[in-house]
C-alpha cells in the first residue's frame, strides 16, 4: 500500500475472530469488501451533497472573495473533478475508497480533507482528523462483517 492511502482497521475482537475462522475455513470475502466499499463511496458522496463530514459537522463557509470568484458558494464544487474522481474498488482482503485528483502536483483531496495553511479541512471521506473512522460507519460496516458471518 503506498503512503497515499490511509488504512482504517476495525478493532472488534469478536468479529476479527469470527473473520480469521471464516478465512481458515477458505471463505471468500469478495462480496463483503464489496459492500464495504459500495458503502463507504456512497456515504462519501453523500457528504458532498450535505456539504458537511461524514459526523454531520457542516463545512466550513467559503470567503466571500472566493464566492465572488466563483459565481457560486457551492463548497468543493469548482470543476468538479475531485467528485468526479471518487472511486471504489475491492477485492478479498480490502475495500478501498478514494479520490486522485491532482492538478498540477496539488493534491486537492488531501488538502481538502485535512486542511493547509490556506484551507480549513472540509472532510468528506469518514474518518476523522485523527484518521478514525467515524463510529456510525464502523457501526455499518460491523453490521455488514455481521450479516455476511450470518450468511
Known amino acids: 500500500m503506498s503512503d497515499d492511502f ?3 482497521d476495525i478493532n472488534d475482537k469478536e468479529l476479527n475472530k ?3 475462522e471464516l478465512k481458515a475455513k477458505g471463505k471468500n470475502f469478495s462480496p463483503l469488501t464489496a459492500e464495504i466499499a459500495s458503502y463507504l463511496y456512497t456515504a462519501t458522496d ?3 451533497d450535505n456539504e458537511s463530514a461524514f459526523d454531520g459537522t457542516p463545512w466550513q463557509r467559503l470567503k466571500d472573495a472566493t464566492v465572488a ?6 463548497k468543493l464544487h469548482n470543476s468538479g473533478k475531485m467528485r468526479e474522481s471518487l472511486t471504489q ?4 482482503g480490502q475495500a478501498v475508497v478514494g479520490l486522485n485528483a491532482y492538478e498540477k502536483g496539488y493534491p486537492y483531496p488531501a488538502v481538502h480533507q485535512f486542511s493547509s495553511d490556506k484551507t480549513p479541512a472540509r472532510p468528506f471521506l469518514p ?4 484518521k478514525q473512522l467515524y463510529s456510525k460507519a464502523e457501526e ?4 455488514l462483517v455481521r450479516e455476511f458471518v450470518k450468511e
Open 69 to 74: 470568484a466563483k459565481g457560486h458558494s457551492k
Open 140 to 143: 455499518q460496516i460491523i453490521k
Open 127 to 130: 474518518f476523522d482528523e485523527d
Open 18 to 20: 469470527l473473520l480469521k
Open 46 to 48: 453523500e457528504n458532498f
Open 6 to 8: 490511509i488504512k482504517l
Open 89 to 92: 474498488d475491492s477485492d478479498a
